[in-house]
Protein backbone atom coordinates (compact mmCIF):
# COMPACT_ATOMS: atom_id res chain seq x y z
CA UNK A 1 0.00 0.00 0.00
CA UNK A 2 1.76 3.63 -1.07
CA UNK A 3 0.51 6.34 1.04
CA UNK A 4 -1.04 9.17 -0.58
CA UNK A 5 1.93 11.52 -0.93
CA UNK A 6 0.33 15.49 0.30
CA UNK A 7 -0.45 14.03 3.51
CA UNK A 8 2.62 12.68 4.05
CA UNK A 9 4.69 15.59 3.07
CA UNK A 10 2.38 18.01 5.69
CA UNK A 11 3.39 15.21 8.12
CA UNK A 12 7.32 15.30 7.57
CA UNK A 13 8.11 18.69 9.02
CA UNK A 14 6.78 17.99 12.46
CA UNK A 15 7.82 14.54 12.57
CA UNK A 16 11.36 16.38 11.81
CA UNK A 17 11.27 18.91 14.39
CA UNK A 18 9.99 15.88 16.67
CA UNK A 19 12.78 13.50 15.80
CA UNK A 20 15.90 16.38 15.33
CA UNK A 21 18.94 14.11 13.89
CA UNK A 22 16.56 11.29 12.59
CA UNK A 23 18.25 8.30 10.72
CA UNK A 24 16.98 9.06 6.64
CA UNK A 25 16.02 5.30 6.82
CA UNK A 26 14.71 5.41 10.53
CA UNK A 27 11.91 8.01 8.91
CA UNK A 28 11.05 6.41 5.59
CA UNK A 29 10.19 3.12 8.24
CA UNK A 30 8.11 5.04 9.98
CA UNK A 31 6.19 6.46 7.22
CA UNK A 32 5.91 3.28 5.33
CA UNK A 33 7.68 4.41 2.16
CA UNK A 34 11.13 3.29 0.72
CA UNK A 35 14.12 5.86 1.55
CA UNK A 36 14.30 7.25 -2.27
CA UNK A 37 10.69 8.16 -1.75
CA UNK A 38 11.41 10.05 1.48
CA UNK A 39 14.52 11.95 -0.21
CA UNK A 40 12.41 13.49 -2.82
CA UNK A 41 9.82 14.08 -0.54
CA UNK A 42 12.91 15.89 1.49
CA UNK A 43 14.02 17.88 -1.80
CA UNK A 44 10.62 18.91 -2.48
CA UNK A 45 9.77 20.47 0.65
CA UNK A 46 12.75 22.17 0.57
CA UNK A 47 11.12 24.40 -2.10
CA UNK A 48 8.07 25.27 -0.21
CA UNK A 49 7.77 27.90 2.48
CA UNK A 50 5.72 31.32 3.38
CA UNK A 51 4.50 34.14 0.78
CA UNK A 52 8.09 36.13 -0.01
CA UNK A 53 9.82 32.92 -0.13
CA UNK A 54 13.13 34.57 0.68
CA UNK A 55 15.39 32.49 2.02
CA UNK A 56 14.40 32.77 6.02
CA UNK A 57 10.70 31.99 4.35
CA UNK A 58 11.83 28.52 3.05
CA UNK A 59 11.56 24.88 4.87
CA UNK A 60 15.03 24.77 5.16
CA UNK A 61 17.14 21.20 6.15
CA UNK A 62 20.45 19.92 6.81
CA UNK A 63 21.62 16.80 6.79
CA UNK A 64 24.94 15.41 8.21
CA UNK A 65 25.94 11.92 7.15
CA UNK A 66 22.51 10.09 6.75
CA UNK A 67 20.40 12.10 9.26
CA UNK A 68 18.39 14.87 8.62
CA UNK A 69 17.02 17.67 10.60
CA UNK A 70 14.81 20.62 10.25
CA UNK A 71 16.49 24.13 10.71
CA UNK A 72 13.47 26.14 9.42
CA UNK A 73 10.04 24.79 9.73
CA UNK A 74 7.90 27.79 7.39
CA UNK A 75 5.11 27.55 10.46
CA UNK A 76 4.50 23.91 9.61
CA UNK A 77 4.79 22.98 13.49
CA UNK A 78 2.45 20.38 14.17
CA UNK A 79 0.87 17.52 12.03
CA UNK A 80 -2.48 17.76 10.56
CA UNK A 81 -5.63 16.38 13.17
CA UNK A 82 -6.61 12.76 12.43
CA UNK A 83 -9.44 13.03 10.19
CA UNK A 84 -13.27 11.22 11.73
CA UNK A 85 -11.75 8.63 9.64
CA UNK A 86 -8.62 8.06 10.86
CA UNK A 87 -9.77 8.57 14.53
CA UNK A 88 -12.58 6.26 14.29
CA UNK A 89 -9.73 3.58 13.16
CA UNK A 90 -7.70 3.96 15.58
CA UNK A 91 -10.21 4.60 18.70
CA UNK A 92 -12.50 1.70 18.07
CA UNK A 93 -9.30 -1.15 17.56
CA UNK A 94 -8.04 0.71 21.14
CA UNK A 95 -11.79 -0.20 22.60
CA UNK A 96 -11.89 -3.56 20.71
CA UNK A 97 -8.27 -3.99 22.41
CA UNK A 98 -10.06 -3.18 25.70
CA UNK A 99 -13.26 -5.09 25.31
CA UNK A 100 -10.39 -8.67 24.71
CA UNK A 101 -10.19 -10.25 28.39
CA UNK A 102 -6.56 -10.56 29.14
CA UNK A 103 -4.77 -9.41 25.93
CA UNK A 104 -3.84 -6.23 27.03
CA UNK A 105 -3.68 -4.28 30.37
CA UNK A 106 -7.61 -2.84 29.86
CA UNK A 107 -6.27 0.08 31.98
CA UNK A 108 -3.40 1.03 29.86
CA UNK A 109 -5.71 0.79 27.09
CA UNK A 110 -8.42 3.36 28.96
CA UNK A 111 -6.16 5.60 29.63
CA UNK A 112 -4.43 5.62 26.16
CA UNK A 113 -7.81 6.41 24.75
CA UNK A 114 -8.65 8.76 27.03
CA UNK A 115 -5.42 10.69 26.02
CA UNK A 116 -5.80 10.51 21.81
CA UNK A 117 -10.00 11.79 22.12
CA UNK A 118 -8.97 14.48 23.95
CA UNK A 119 -5.95 15.51 21.31
CA UNK A 120 -8.22 14.98 18.53
CA UNK A 121 -11.26 16.87 20.34
CA UNK A 122 -13.91 15.61 21.20
CA UNK A 123 -15.00 12.09 22.33
CA UNK A 124 -17.01 10.18 20.04
CA UNK A 125 -19.52 7.90 20.65
CA UNK A 126 -18.64 4.45 23.20
CA UNK A 127 -18.60 1.01 22.37
CA UNK A 128 -19.19 0.86 18.85
CA UNK A 129 -17.62 -2.00 18.29
CA UNK A 130 -16.71 -4.92 20.40
CA UNK A 131 -14.78 -8.30 20.21
CA UNK A 132 -16.36 -10.90 22.42
CA UNK A 133 -14.57 -13.97 22.90
CA UNK A 134 -15.78 -17.58 25.30
CA UNK A 135 -15.36 -18.40 28.71
CA UNK A 136 -13.30 -21.29 28.24
CA UNK A 137 -11.02 -18.56 26.07
CA UNK A 138 -10.76 -15.96 29.15
CA UNK A 139 -9.33 -18.40 31.38
CA UNK A 140 -6.34 -19.37 29.41
CA UNK A 141 -5.78 -15.87 28.23
CA UNK A 142 -4.92 -14.82 30.99
CA UNK A 143 -2.29 -17.88 32.25
CA UNK A 144 -0.74 -17.75 28.52
CA UNK A 145 0.09 -14.10 28.67
CA UNK A 146 1.75 -14.51 32.54
CA UNK A 147 3.94 -17.06 30.70
CA UNK A 148 4.91 -14.85 27.58
CA UNK A 149 5.27 -12.03 30.37
CA UNK A 150 8.17 -14.06 32.64
CA UNK A 151 9.48 -15.85 29.58
CA UNK A 152 8.92 -19.22 30.89
CA UNK A 153 7.92 -22.64 29.15
CA UNK A 154 4.39 -24.14 29.77
CA UNK A 155 3.00 -27.46 29.92
CA UNK A 156 -0.52 -27.45 28.39
CA UNK A 157 -3.31 -29.83 28.38
CA UNK A 158 -4.82 -29.75 24.98
CA UNK A 159 -7.87 -31.49 23.60
CA UNK A 160 -6.86 -32.03 19.45
CA UNK A 161 -10.39 -31.73 18.24
CA UNK A 162 -9.49 -33.13 14.98
CA UNK A 163 -8.43 -36.50 16.10
CA UNK A 164 -10.47 -35.73 19.82
CA UNK A 165 -7.69 -37.05 21.81
CA UNK A 166 -6.50 -34.30 25.08
CA UNK A 167 -2.63 -34.84 25.80
CA UNK A 168 0.09 -33.29 27.46
CA UNK A 169 2.30 -31.56 25.84
CA UNK A 170 5.71 -29.19 27.03
CA UNK A 171 5.55 -26.07 24.58
CA UNK A 172 7.62 -22.51 24.03
CA UNK A 173 5.31 -19.48 23.77
CA UNK A 174 6.25 -17.45 21.34
CA UNK A 175 2.59 -15.03 20.57
CA UNK A 176 -0.67 -14.95 21.85
CA UNK A 177 -3.30 -14.20 18.71
CA UNK A 178 -6.30 -13.48 18.25
CA UNK A 179 -7.00 -14.74 14.62
CA UNK A 180 -10.81 -14.65 13.14
CA UNK A 181 -12.69 -14.10 16.50
CA UNK A 182 -10.40 -16.31 18.33
CA UNK A 183 -7.35 -16.90 20.55
CA UNK A 184 -4.78 -18.73 19.85
CA UNK A 185 -0.91 -19.34 21.44
CA UNK A 186 1.89 -19.70 19.02
CA UNK A 187 4.28 -22.19 20.40
CA UNK A 188 6.86 -24.56 19.25
CA UNK A 189 5.79 -27.62 20.31
CA UNK A 190 8.49 -29.89 21.87
CA UNK A 191 6.89 -33.61 21.27
CA UNK A 192 5.95 -32.30 17.06
CA UNK A 193 8.89 -30.22 17.15
CA UNK A 194 7.26 -27.59 15.23
CA UNK A 195 5.55 -24.07 15.80
CA UNK A 196 1.76 -25.15 16.58
CA UNK A 197 -1.65 -22.97 16.90
CA UNK A 198 -3.09 -23.85 20.31
CA UNK A 199 -6.83 -22.86 19.97
CA UNK A 200 -7.11 -21.58 23.78
CA UNK A 201 -10.76 -22.75 24.03
CA UNK A 202 -9.03 -26.11 23.97
CA UNK A 203 -6.13 -25.98 26.45
CA UNK A 204 -7.86 -27.49 30.09
CA UNK A 205 -4.88 -26.72 32.05
CA UNK A 206 -1.75 -24.30 32.11
CA UNK A 207 1.37 -24.76 34.24
CA UNK A 208 4.02 -22.53 33.87
CA UNK A 209 7.61 -24.30 34.39
CA UNK A 210 10.58 -22.86 35.94
CA UNK A 211 12.82 -23.16 32.88
CA UNK A 212 12.49 -20.45 30.04
CA UNK A 213 11.00 -20.45 26.96
CA UNK A 214 13.39 -21.35 24.30
CA UNK A 215 11.94 -21.71 21.16
CA UNK A 216 14.62 -22.60 18.42
CA UNK A 217 16.14 -19.97 15.50
CA UNK A 218 14.36 -22.16 13.70
CA UNK A 219 10.73 -21.63 14.79
CA UNK A 220 9.45 -19.10 12.71
CA UNK A 221 6.32 -17.23 13.53
CA UNK A 222 3.13 -18.06 11.35
CA UNK A 223 1.85 -16.49 8.32
CA UNK A 224 -1.32 -15.00 9.11
CA UNK A 225 -1.88 -12.54 5.57
CA UNK A 226 -3.44 -15.59 4.25
CA UNK A 227 -5.75 -16.52 7.07
CA UNK A 228 -5.37 -19.40 9.25
CA UNK A 229 -6.54 -21.93 7.25
CA UNK A 230 -4.37 -23.03 4.35
CA UNK A 231 -4.62 -25.91 2.02
CA UNK A 232 -2.09 -28.66 3.18
CA UNK A 233 -1.05 -31.10 1.35
CA UNK A 234 -1.84 -34.47 4.03
CA UNK A 235 -5.02 -32.97 3.76
CA UNK A 236 -8.55 -34.49 2.22
CA UNK A 237 -11.24 -33.17 0.40
CA UNK A 238 -14.68 -34.31 1.07
CA UNK A 239 -17.93 -33.40 -0.81
CA UNK A 240 -21.35 -33.07 0.85
CA UNK A 241 -24.64 -32.28 0.21
CA UNK A 242 -25.98 -30.28 2.91
CA UNK A 243 -29.59 -29.60 2.82
CA UNK A 244 -31.18 -26.73 4.52
CA UNK A 245 -31.27 -27.36 7.69
CA UNK A 246 -27.39 -28.71 7.68
CA UNK A 247 -26.68 -25.80 5.35
CA UNK A 248 -25.22 -23.55 8.48
CA UNK A 249 -22.24 -26.21 8.39
CA UNK A 250 -21.14 -24.59 5.19
CA UNK A 251 -20.27 -21.24 7.08
CA UNK A 252 -18.94 -22.57 10.10
CA UNK A 253 -15.82 -24.49 8.62
CA UNK A 254 -13.85 -23.53 6.23
CA UNK A 255 -15.05 -24.79 3.27
CA UNK A 256 -13.25 -24.26 -0.62
CA UNK A 257 -16.67 -24.48 -2.88
CA UNK A 258 -20.41 -24.26 -2.54
CA UNK A 259 -22.62 -24.58 -4.79
CA UNK A 260 -25.80 -23.58 -3.52
CA UNK A 261 -29.20 -26.04 -4.38
CA UNK A 262 -32.59 -24.68 -5.23
CA UNK A 263 -34.06 -26.28 -1.44
CA UNK A 264 -32.39 -23.97 0.30
CA UNK A 265 -29.04 -26.53 0.83
CA UNK A 266 -26.33 -26.39 -0.66
CA UNK A 267 -22.82 -28.88 -2.03
CA UNK A 268 -19.38 -27.92 -0.04
CA UNK A 269 -16.46 -29.51 -1.22
CA UNK A 270 -14.43 -29.05 2.29
CA UNK A 271 -10.92 -30.09 3.49
CA UNK A 272 -10.23 -32.45 6.84
CA UNK A 273 -6.84 -34.24 7.95
CA UNK A 274 -8.62 -36.75 10.07
CA UNK A 275 -11.55 -39.30 8.83
CA UNK A 276 -12.96 -39.94 12.22
CA UNK A 277 -13.48 -36.36 12.54
CA UNK A 278 -15.36 -36.27 9.31
CA UNK A 279 -17.28 -39.11 10.04
CA UNK A 280 -18.32 -37.55 13.01
CA UNK A 281 -19.60 -34.71 11.62
CA UNK A 282 -22.12 -35.91 9.45
CA UNK A 283 -23.16 -38.79 11.74
CA UNK A 284 -24.31 -36.07 14.23
CA UNK A 285 -26.19 -34.36 11.14
CA UNK A 286 -28.34 -37.48 10.70
CA UNK A 287 -29.23 -37.31 6.65
CA UNK A 288 -29.21 -33.75 6.71
CA UNK A 289 -25.89 -34.04 5.14
CA UNK A 290 -24.94 -36.40 2.67
CA UNK A 291 -21.39 -37.55 1.55
CA UNK A 292 -20.82 -37.33 -2.48
CA UNK A 293 -17.25 -38.09 -2.52
CA UNK A 294 -15.17 -39.72 -1.46
CA UNK A 295 -17.30 -43.19 -1.43
CA UNK A 296 -14.67 -44.31 1.10
CA UNK A 297 -15.88 -41.92 3.38
CA UNK A 298 -19.85 -42.66 2.88
CA UNK A 299 -18.85 -45.89 3.52
CA UNK A 300 -17.56 -45.26 6.44
CA UNK A 301 -20.54 -43.19 7.85
CA UNK A 302 -22.76 -46.26 6.78
CA UNK A 303 -20.90 -48.56 8.87
CA UNK A 304 -20.61 -46.20 12.34
CA UNK A 305 -24.81 -45.70 11.70
CA UNK A 306 -25.52 -49.07 11.87
CA UNK A 307 -22.75 -49.86 14.22
CA UNK A 308 -24.47 -47.64 16.73
CA UNK A 309 -27.87 -49.02 15.86
CA UNK A 310 -26.87 -52.82 16.75
CA UNK A 311 -25.08 -51.61 19.89
CA UNK A 312 -27.85 -49.41 21.05
CA UNK B 1 4.20 9.76 -9.12
CA UNK B 2 0.67 8.62 -8.47
CA UNK B 3 -2.11 10.95 -7.10
CA UNK B 4 -0.32 14.00 -6.65
CA UNK B 5 1.98 15.18 -9.31
CA UNK B 6 5.26 16.78 -8.00
CA UNK B 7 4.21 20.22 -8.97
CA UNK B 8 0.90 19.98 -7.40
CA UNK B 9 1.90 18.79 -4.33
CA UNK B 10 4.03 21.66 -4.19
CA UNK B 11 1.97 23.78 -4.78
CA UNK B 12 -0.79 22.69 -1.96
CA UNK B 13 2.11 22.41 0.63
CA UNK B 14 2.79 26.24 -0.39
CA UNK B 15 -1.21 26.88 -0.08
CA UNK B 16 -1.10 25.16 3.48
CA UNK B 17 1.49 27.55 4.55
CA UNK B 18 0.24 30.55 3.53
CA UNK B 19 -3.49 29.92 4.48
CA UNK B 20 -2.27 29.23 8.17
CA UNK B 21 0.35 32.23 7.99
CA UNK B 22 -2.60 34.74 7.51
CA UNK B 23 -5.31 36.08 9.68
CA UNK B 24 -7.09 37.73 6.75
CA UNK B 25 -9.05 36.16 4.49
CA UNK B 26 -7.05 35.22 1.18
CA UNK B 27 -8.94 36.42 -1.89
CA UNK B 28 -8.93 33.91 -4.40
CA UNK B 29 -6.53 36.62 -6.84
CA UNK B 30 -4.50 37.40 -3.95
CA UNK B 31 -3.27 33.49 -3.16
CA UNK B 32 -3.27 33.37 -7.35
CA UNK B 33 -0.54 36.29 -7.43
CA UNK B 34 1.12 35.64 -3.72
CA UNK B 35 1.34 31.17 -4.05
CA UNK B 36 3.57 29.89 -6.54
CA UNK B 37 2.43 27.61 -9.22
CA UNK B 38 -0.97 29.07 -9.59
CA UNK B 39 1.02 31.82 -12.20
CA UNK B 40 1.52 29.40 -14.42
CA UNK B 41 -2.23 29.14 -15.11
CA UNK B 42 -3.14 30.89 -18.33
CA UNK B 43 -6.53 31.84 -17.86
CA UNK B 44 -9.33 32.52 -15.66
CA UNK B 45 -10.57 29.66 -16.11
CA UNK B 46 -7.45 27.70 -15.75
CA UNK B 47 -6.71 29.61 -12.45
CA UNK B 48 -10.17 28.86 -10.83
CA UNK B 49 -10.44 25.08 -12.05
CA UNK B 50 -7.16 24.59 -10.35
CA UNK B 51 -7.93 26.14 -7.52
CA UNK B 52 -11.57 24.87 -6.96
CA UNK B 53 -9.64 21.01 -7.30
CA UNK B 54 -6.69 22.15 -4.88
CA UNK B 55 -9.95 23.13 -2.38
CA UNK B 56 -11.49 19.85 -2.38
CA UNK B 57 -8.49 18.14 -2.33
CA UNK B 58 -7.55 19.64 0.94
CA UNK B 59 -11.39 19.58 2.31
CA UNK B 60 -10.78 15.59 1.68
CA UNK B 61 -7.84 15.29 3.63
CA UNK B 62 -9.45 16.94 6.57
CA UNK B 63 -7.48 20.43 6.11
CA UNK B 64 -10.35 22.92 8.10
CA UNK B 65 -10.39 25.80 5.04
CA UNK B 66 -12.60 28.52 6.27
CA UNK B 67 -13.99 30.54 3.72
CA UNK B 68 -15.01 33.97 4.59
CA UNK B 69 -15.23 37.99 4.95
CA UNK B 70 -12.94 40.35 7.42
CA UNK B 71 -15.18 43.39 6.98
CA UNK B 72 -18.47 44.36 5.18
CA UNK B 73 -15.78 46.28 2.51
CA UNK B 74 -13.64 42.84 1.01
CA UNK B 75 -15.94 42.11 -2.16
CA UNK B 76 -15.44 38.90 -2.62
CA UNK B 77 -15.08 35.67 -0.08
CA UNK B 78 -11.62 35.00 1.15
CA UNK B 79 -10.06 32.09 2.48
CA UNK B 80 -7.65 30.98 5.41
CA UNK B 81 -7.32 28.41 7.74
CA UNK B 82 -7.56 28.66 10.90
CA UNK B 83 -4.48 26.98 13.14
CA UNK B 84 -6.06 26.03 16.23
CA UNK B 85 -8.56 24.09 13.98
CA UNK B 86 -5.75 22.77 11.70
CA UNK B 87 -3.15 21.35 14.58
CA UNK B 88 -3.32 18.24 16.29
CA UNK B 89 -3.31 18.81 19.58
CA UNK B 90 -0.65 17.89 22.10
CA UNK B 91 -0.35 14.06 23.54
CA UNK B 92 1.81 12.84 25.84
CA UNK B 93 1.44 8.79 25.60
CA UNK B 94 3.08 6.63 28.46
CA UNK B 95 5.11 3.99 27.00
CA UNK B 96 2.79 1.44 27.63
CA UNK B 97 -0.02 3.44 26.52
CA UNK B 98 1.80 4.03 23.36
CA UNK B 99 2.72 0.12 22.65
CA UNK B 100 -1.07 -0.21 23.36
CA UNK B 101 -2.11 2.04 20.53
CA UNK B 102 0.67 0.12 18.08
CA UNK B 103 -1.11 -2.59 19.13
CA UNK B 104 -4.61 -0.88 17.83
CA UNK B 105 -2.31 0.28 14.63
CA UNK B 106 -2.36 -3.30 13.45
CA UNK B 107 -5.38 -4.67 14.58
CA UNK B 108 -7.29 -4.15 11.62
CA UNK B 109 -7.34 -6.60 8.96
CA UNK B 110 -8.73 -5.53 5.99
CA UNK B 111 -7.91 -2.25 3.67
CA UNK B 112 -10.35 0.27 4.38
CA UNK B 113 -10.04 0.45 8.46
CA UNK B 114 -5.79 -0.53 8.27
CA UNK B 115 -4.88 2.21 6.21
CA UNK B 116 -6.94 4.53 8.51
CA UNK B 117 -5.43 3.58 11.48
CA UNK B 118 -1.94 3.59 9.72
CA UNK B 119 -2.62 7.14 8.71
CA UNK B 120 -3.39 7.97 12.17
CA UNK B 121 0.01 6.36 13.39
CA UNK B 122 2.05 8.43 11.17
CA UNK B 123 0.31 11.58 12.44
CA UNK B 124 0.90 10.28 16.39
CA UNK B 125 4.65 9.94 15.12
CA UNK B 126 4.73 13.42 13.54
CA UNK B 127 3.65 15.07 16.87
CA UNK B 128 6.11 13.24 18.45
CA UNK B 129 4.35 10.14 19.74
CA UNK B 130 7.02 7.03 20.19
CA UNK B 131 5.24 4.40 18.26
CA UNK B 132 6.92 1.32 17.75
CA UNK B 133 5.51 -1.11 15.72
CA UNK B 134 6.95 -3.79 16.71
CA UNK B 135 5.99 -3.01 20.52
CA UNK B 136 3.41 -5.27 22.17
CA UNK B 137 5.42 -8.10 20.56
CA UNK B 138 4.03 -11.41 21.69
CA UNK B 139 0.32 -10.27 21.27
CA UNK B 140 -1.09 -9.98 17.88
CA UNK B 141 -4.48 -9.28 18.02
CA UNK B 142 -6.19 -9.17 14.37
CA UNK B 143 -9.96 -8.64 13.48
CA UNK B 144 -10.59 -9.04 9.93
CA UNK B 145 -13.76 -6.40 8.66
CA UNK B 146 -13.67 -6.80 4.78
CA UNK B 147 -18.13 -7.08 4.73
CA UNK B 148 -18.68 -4.53 2.17
CA UNK B 149 -21.43 -3.38 5.19
CA UNK B 150 -18.92 -3.13 7.87
CA UNK B 151 -17.77 0.16 6.99
CA UNK B 152 -21.19 2.50 6.60
CA UNK B 153 -22.75 0.24 9.76
CA UNK B 154 -19.81 1.35 11.92
CA UNK B 155 -19.88 4.85 10.53
CA UNK B 156 -24.12 4.77 11.21
CA UNK B 157 -23.24 3.62 14.39
CA UNK B 158 -20.74 6.55 15.54
CA UNK B 159 -23.35 9.32 14.08
CA UNK B 160 -26.26 7.58 15.89
CA UNK B 161 -28.38 7.67 12.32
CA UNK B 162 -30.57 5.14 11.51
CA UNK B 163 -30.11 2.80 8.73
CA UNK B 164 -31.91 0.72 6.69
CA UNK B 165 -31.27 -2.13 4.31
CA UNK B 166 -31.75 -5.77 2.85
CA UNK B 167 -31.05 -8.70 5.05
CA UNK B 168 -30.87 -12.40 4.56
CA UNK B 169 -32.35 -14.47 7.52
CA UNK B 170 -30.33 -17.56 6.10
CA UNK B 171 -27.59 -17.58 3.41
CA UNK B 172 -30.42 -19.03 0.73
CA UNK B 173 -33.27 -17.10 1.93
CA UNK B 174 -35.28 -14.02 0.27
CA UNK B 175 -33.68 -10.63 1.06
CA UNK B 176 -36.18 -8.27 3.55
CA UNK B 177 -35.85 -4.62 4.03
CA UNK B 178 -34.79 -3.82 7.45
CA UNK B 179 -35.00 -0.24 9.21
CA UNK B 180 -32.64 -0.12 12.45
CA UNK B 181 -31.57 1.91 14.80
CA UNK B 182 -28.08 0.41 14.94
CA UNK B 183 -26.01 0.40 18.73
CA UNK B 184 -22.85 -1.30 17.90
CA UNK B 185 -21.04 -4.02 15.96
CA UNK B 186 -19.83 -7.20 17.53
CA UNK B 187 -17.30 -9.37 16.52
CA UNK B 188 -18.12 -12.84 17.99
CA UNK B 189 -16.29 -16.24 17.29
CA UNK B 190 -14.99 -14.44 14.33
CA UNK B 191 -18.07 -12.88 12.74
CA UNK B 192 -19.30 -9.91 13.08
CA UNK B 193 -22.66 -8.83 13.92
CA UNK B 194 -24.89 -5.78 14.13
CA UNK B 195 -26.59 -5.16 17.31
CA UNK B 196 -29.84 -2.74 17.38
CA UNK B 197 -33.57 -2.05 17.90
CA UNK B 198 -35.97 -3.38 14.95
CA UNK B 199 -38.18 -0.48 14.17
CA UNK B 200 -40.33 -3.39 12.22
CA UNK B 201 -40.21 -6.10 14.63
CA UNK B 202 -40.15 -3.43 17.45
CA UNK B 203 -37.10 -5.42 19.48
CA UNK B 204 -33.75 -5.47 20.02
CA UNK B 205 -31.47 -7.99 17.00
CA UNK B 206 -28.99 -8.96 15.87
CA UNK B 207 -27.95 -9.19 12.19
CA UNK B 208 -25.03 -11.20 10.80
CA UNK B 209 -23.21 -8.54 8.84
CA UNK B 210 -22.07 -11.00 5.98
CA UNK B 211 -25.65 -11.07 5.33
CA UNK B 212 -26.56 -7.28 5.21
CA UNK B 213 -26.31 -6.21 1.80
CA UNK B 214 -25.42 -2.97 0.44
CA UNK B 215 -25.82 0.04 0.13
CA UNK B 216 -26.47 0.25 3.49
CA UNK B 217 -28.95 3.75 3.68
CA UNK B 218 -28.53 6.21 6.51
CA UNK B 219 -31.44 8.65 7.53
CA UNK B 220 -32.60 11.05 9.91
CA UNK B 221 -30.65 13.25 12.02
CA UNK B 222 -26.60 12.61 13.73
CA UNK B 223 -27.39 11.63 17.20
CA UNK B 224 -30.90 10.58 16.97
CA UNK B 225 -29.72 6.92 17.88
CA UNK B 226 -28.99 6.13 21.46
CA UNK B 227 -28.45 2.72 22.75
CA UNK B 228 -29.87 1.51 25.91
CA UNK B 229 -27.54 2.57 28.93
CA UNK B 230 -25.18 -0.07 30.27
CA UNK B 231 -26.52 -2.34 27.16
CA UNK B 232 -24.24 -5.55 26.72
CA UNK B 233 -24.02 -5.35 23.10
CA UNK B 234 -21.77 -9.47 23.47
CA UNK B 235 -23.91 -10.55 25.60
CA UNK B 236 -26.88 -9.73 23.46
CA UNK B 237 -24.88 -11.75 20.88
CA UNK B 238 -23.57 -14.17 22.70
CA UNK B 239 -27.20 -14.72 23.36
CA UNK B 240 -28.82 -14.69 19.90
CA UNK B 241 -26.05 -16.59 18.62
CA UNK B 242 -24.87 -18.69 20.79
CA UNK B 243 -25.71 -22.26 22.12
CA UNK B 244 -29.20 -22.18 23.38
CA UNK B 245 -29.62 -22.03 26.98
CA UNK B 246 -29.35 -24.95 29.50
CA UNK B 247 -32.31 -26.68 29.83
CA UNK B 248 -31.89 -29.90 31.93
CA UNK B 249 -29.53 -32.24 31.94
CA UNK B 250 -28.75 -35.94 30.59
CA UNK B 251 -26.78 -39.20 31.34
CA UNK B 252 -24.86 -40.53 28.48
CA UNK B 253 -22.52 -43.51 28.72
CA UNK B 254 -18.98 -43.33 26.79
CA UNK B 255 -16.77 -45.90 25.87
CA UNK B 256 -13.06 -45.85 27.40
CA UNK B 257 -10.83 -43.44 26.23
CA UNK B 258 -13.69 -42.20 23.42
CA UNK B 259 -15.20 -39.33 23.15
CA UNK B 260 -12.71 -37.05 24.89
CA UNK B 261 -14.42 -33.68 23.30
CA UNK B 262 -17.87 -34.86 24.74
CA UNK B 263 -16.24 -35.45 28.18
CA UNK B 264 -14.68 -31.86 28.00
CA UNK B 265 -17.93 -30.28 28.06
CA UNK B 266 -19.79 -32.90 30.12
CA UNK B 267 -18.98 -34.12 34.20
CA UNK B 268 -17.55 -37.68 34.46
CA UNK B 269 -19.73 -39.27 37.21
CA UNK B 270 -17.67 -42.90 37.67
CA UNK B 271 -17.47 -45.87 35.92
CA UNK B 272 -19.95 -47.67 33.96
CA UNK B 273 -19.87 -50.50 31.75
CA UNK B 274 -22.58 -50.81 28.71
CA UNK B 275 -23.48 -53.86 26.32
CA UNK B 276 -20.41 -55.18 28.05
CA UNK B 277 -18.12 -52.91 27.10
CA UNK B 278 -16.41 -50.50 29.84
CA UNK B 279 -16.66 -47.23 29.98
CA UNK B 280 -17.81 -43.95 32.02
CA UNK B 281 -21.33 -42.32 33.07
CA UNK B 282 -21.18 -39.11 31.73
CA UNK B 283 -23.22 -35.91 32.53
CA UNK B 284 -24.43 -33.35 29.76
CA UNK B 285 -26.56 -30.33 30.10
CA UNK B 286 -28.66 -30.30 27.46
CA UNK B 287 -28.89 -26.98 25.37
CA UNK B 288 -31.84 -27.27 22.97
CA UNK B 289 -32.23 -31.56 22.37
CA UNK B 290 -31.48 -30.82 18.60
CA UNK B 291 -27.73 -29.89 19.35
CA UNK B 292 -26.78 -31.97 22.22
CA UNK B 293 -27.84 -35.29 19.94
CA UNK B 294 -25.58 -34.04 16.96
CA UNK B 295 -22.87 -33.65 19.12
CA UNK B 296 -23.63 -37.69 20.94
CA UNK B 297 -24.73 -39.19 17.82
CA UNK B 298 -21.47 -38.09 15.87
CA UNK B 299 -19.67 -40.98 18.05
CA UNK B 300 -21.81 -43.80 17.36
CA UNK B 301 -21.51 -47.12 18.93
CA UNK B 302 -19.12 -44.84 21.38
CA UNK B 303 -21.82 -43.78 23.11
CA UNK B 304 -25.43 -44.44 24.58
CA UNK B 305 -27.72 -42.19 26.01
CA UNK B 306 -29.27 -43.48 29.75
CA UNK B 307 -31.30 -40.34 30.01
CA UNK B 308 -33.75 -38.85 29.11
CA UNK B 309 -35.64 -41.28 26.58
CA UNK B 310 -36.49 -38.40 24.34
CA UNK B 311 -33.00 -37.65 23.88
CA UNK B 312 -32.46 -41.50 23.35
CA UNK B 313 -34.85 -41.58 20.98
CA UNK B 314 -33.36 -38.66 19.08
CA UNK B 315 -30.30 -39.89 18.90
CA UNK B 316 -31.16 -42.98 17.33
CA UNK B 317 -33.72 -41.37 15.19
CA UNK B 318 -30.12 -39.52 13.62
CA UNK B 319 -28.26 -43.04 13.62
CA UNK B 320 -31.47 -44.23 11.29
CA UNK B 321 -31.58 -41.14 8.86
CA UNK B 322 -27.82 -41.02 8.11
CA UNK B 323 -28.09 -44.86 7.57
CA UNK B 324 -30.52 -44.32 5.28
CA UNK B 325 -29.22 -41.69 3.57
CA UNK B 326 -25.93 -43.30 3.10
CA UNK B 327 -26.59 -46.89 1.72
CA UNK B 328 -26.12 -46.14 -1.60
CA UNK B 329 -23.52 -43.48 -3.77
CA UNK B 330 -25.45 -40.81 -4.83
CA UNK B 331 -24.90 -40.74 -8.66
CA UNK B 332 -23.63 -37.95 -10.13
CA UNK B 333 -25.80 -35.10 -10.72
CA UNK B 334 -28.53 -36.87 -8.96
CA UNK B 335 -29.76 -35.66 -5.30
Known amino acids: MTAPRLPRLLSLVPYLLAHPGVRVAQAAADFGVGEKQLRRDLELLWMCGLPGYGPGDLVDLSFTGDTVTVTEDAGMRRPLRLTTAEATALLVALRALAEVPGMVDTEVVRRAVAKIEAAVGGADRPAAVAVGIGAREEAATGAVRAALDSGRALRIRYYTASRDVVADRTVDPMRLLLVEGRGYLEAWCRSAEAVRLFRLDRIDRVEELTEPAAPPPSALPTDLSAGLFRPAPEQRVAVLRLNAQARWVGEYYPVDEVVEQDDGGADVRMRFTDDAWMVRLVLGLGGRARVLEPDSLRAAVLDRARQAIAAS | ?335
Open chain 2, 1 to 335: MPGVSSARAERLVNLVLCLLSTRQYLSADRIRTTVPGYADAPTDEAFFRMFERDKAELRDLGVPLETGRLSAFDAVDGYRIARHDYELGDIDLAPDEAAAVALAGRLWDGPELAGAAHRALVKLRAAGVEVDERAGAGVEPRVRATEPAFAPLLAAVQTGRVVTFTHRPHPSAEPRLRTVEPWGVVSWRGRWYLVGHDRDRDDVRCFRVSRIGVPVEASGPAGKVVALAGVDLVGLVRRSAGPPPVTGSARVWVASGRALGLRRVGRVLGPRAHDGRPGEELELELRGRETVARWVAGHGPDVAVLDPPELAAAVGRIWAAAAAAHIEPVPVGGS
